[in-house]
Every structure is written in C-alpha cells, then in structure tokens.
C-alpha cells in the first residue's frame, strides 16, 4: 500500500498562511498526478488543487484560485499546498491524494491513494 503523508496542519487566525505538506514515495511521486483534497465537517470532501506529474501543470478550484498555490519538491519527493489569506471557510481537513494519469480530475473517484489527512482551523 502506498502511502502519502501529510503535515503543517494547525489552528491560525484568519489572513495568516499556513503550508502545508505531503510526503510520498519515489514511485508516486514521479508517475502520479498529485492533489489536495478537503473535508469541512458536515460537508462533502471537495477538491482543492492539483498538479500533474508530467510538466507540472497546476489546477485549483474557484474558492481558493489566487490564494492558495500547489508544487512539487522534487528532491524530497513531496507536495506542498501554500495557503495564504486563509478565511474561517477554509477550516477543514485536508488531504492528500495522488492519480496515475498526467491530467488530474477533481473527483473523489479518480484517485487511487489517500493520506491520512492534517487538520486547520481558521479563526476569525
């Protein structure tokens, strides 16, 4: 079982940054797709962003285009979702998934592995 591993999560204030970080194999690394994922409670687990294995093109939903920023680290094996002017909104928990096409989706079903997920908390 592959395993992706997430981290940076916390309890900020709202318009305060956070990174966050997800760690992973060699393998998924460099034939994955690579996104974030989150879930608010009560709601539905939604896409946030993602960015593909090969040329590194970036996708993000509305809600956080222009804020939020997805890359890859290539000599750790790992991706980083930079948020910036996080909202009371953005509190959720967010995970990392990863998807072995070039061109990632935004749906829950297209991605073959899942972290375990690392919590933020906004406060307004």
């Known amino acids: 079982q592959e395993e992706l591993v997430e981290s940076g999560g916390g309890l900020v204030q709202a318009g305060d940054s956070l990174r966050l970080s997800c760690a992973t194999s060699?393998?998924?690394?460099?034939?994955?797709?690579l996104a974030w994922f989150r879930q608010a409670p009560r709601m539905e687990r939604e896409f946030v962003a993602a960015?593909?294995?090969?040329?590194?093109?970036?996708y993000y939903s509305d809600s956080v285009k222009g804020r939020f920023s997805i890359s890859r680290d290539n000599a750790k094996n790992t991706v980083y979702l930079q948020m910036d002017t996080l909202q009371a909104d953005d509190t959720a928990v967010y995970y990392c998934?990863?998807?072995?096409?070039?061109?990632?989706?935004?749906?829950?079903?297209?991605?073959?592995?899942w972290g375990q997920g690392t919590l933020v908390t906004v406060s307004s």
């Open positions: 998934a990863a998807e072995s096409v070039a061109l990632p989706g935004t749906t829950l079903h297209e991605y073959d592995y």
């Open positions: 060699e393998r998924i690394f460099k034939s994955y797709s």
């Open positions: 960015i593909s294995w090969i040329g590194g093109g970036t």
